[in-house]
Structure formats: C-alpha cells, structure tokens
C-alpha cells in the first residue's frame, strides 16, 4: 500500500512542478502547501 502511496503522490508532486512553471509566484506557495499537507497525510496514514 506505501508504495502505491509513494507513486501516486510522485505524480502529484510532478504535475505540480509543471503547474508551477506555469504560475510563478503564488504556484510556489500553493506547491508548497499541497507538499506539507500530503506529508502530514501520510504521516497521519
């Protein structure tokens, strides 16, 4: 399960780079929200 876990949010991890690149500024923060809330997710899984 982990490791489906790990693949799925290495993709999400990657479109939001890509969104990032896109957006600038406010991609960054909205990357960096959405990267501490998966983990906190994770840890809470």
Known sequence: METIRQRTSG???EKALL???HSGFVGTLL???TDA???SIA???
């Open 31 to 33: 990357a960096a929200r």
């Open 43 to 45: 840890l809470a899984g």
């Open 19 to 21: 969104v990032l690149r």
């Open 37 to 39: 809330l998966s983990k």
């Open 11 to 13: 993709n999400k991890g």
